[in-house]
């Protein structure tokens, strides 16, 4: 539309960033244009739609890949009154979460804001980042280490794109205090879950990105896993300093076995420490 393009965030020879989403082989999928956040009747559109969503009695609202800065990265229209093209995506995206948080906030303290895409700054404004990419899953090029460290007061998830984790992606989010988070997407997922069917290798054919543990879903006795991701919710359960505490990491305690990972969490007056034999 006329306005749509007016508000879209434009390459430096005036074409505007699009975005195609896809998630079907036999499917061509939707394009979309990319939005200037700098923009002012953007960014009250972005607010005006998150009210929209909180007014419906929803229990919060997650933005899919905010987190990332969005696919263009920055804007060259200058219509849009900002200056420098690559100060747009990052500004721009904060001051929309920022109002939108106020705005939420105001009419319910416990209306849970989550973003997909970890990073300092929208985390700040966020009650839950469901974080993606290495450094949440067990990986040997994964350092979640850092960020927790640094910005222990951080709720993130590991993002596991499958209705059921093994017990290495479960034993490393436990040690590294991240959230779990399991993912419901495509129909043969919700009818394993529900206990009705046993999945094929054929049922996710035509899924461009499908769980990456499709052996594990149509092989493995996957009730196993659910019943350890649950003992492991009930640890927690039990020492709350592992979800509340501050995440140290090999602060407060030696150990002299490589054998092993150990993480530990400080409270008020605790300090817990996860061991991990792998």
Avoid at 81 to 98: D, E, F
Avoid at 134 to 162: A, I, L, W
């Amino acid at each position: 539309s006329e306005i749509g393009y007016k508000l879209s965030a434009k390459r430096d020879n005036g074409i505007e960033f699009t975005e195609r989403l896809r998630k079907y082989h036999d499917h061509s999928g939707y394009i979309h244009a990319v939005m200037c956040p700098l923009t002012a009747q953007w960014s009250s559109k972005f607010v005006e739609l998150g009210m929209y969503a909180a007014g419906l009695n929803a229990d919060g609202l997650a933005y899919e890949q905010i987190g990332f800065g969005g696919v263009a990265g920055y804007c060259f229209d200058t219509s849009h009154g900002h200056s420098n093209p690559a100060m747009v995506m990052g500004p721009g995206i904060l001051r929309n979460i920022k109002a939108i948080r106020a705005k939420v906030k105001e009419l319910d303290g416990d209306f849970c804001l989550a973003a997909e895409g970890l990073n300092d700054s929208i985390s700040q404004y966020v009650d839950l980042t469901y974080g993606s990419g290495e450094g949440c899953k067990c990986d040997p090029n994964s350092f979640p280490e850092m960020f927790r460290y640094t910005f222990p007061e951080v709720v993130f998830t590991n993002q596991h794109s499958s209705p059921y984790m093994d017990y290495t992606q479960a034993n490393f989010a436990l040690v590294n205090g991240l959230r779990f988070d399991i993912e419901c997407r495509y129909h043969p997922d919700a009818k394993l879950l529900a206990g009705h069917t046993r999945p094929t290798k054929g049922d996710y054919a035509n899924i461009l990105q499908p769980p990456e543990n499709i052996g594990m879903l149509i092989g493995d006795s996957v009730e196993q896993y659910g019943a350890y991701l649950k003992t492991l919710c009930e640890v927690r359960n039990r020492y709350p300093v592992l979800l509340t505490g501050r995440f140290v990491d090999t602060d407060r305690f030696k150990i002299d076995n490589d054998q092993v990972e150990a993480k530990a969490f400080v409270g008020d007056a605790e300090l817990a420490v996860v061991v991990w034999n792998h």
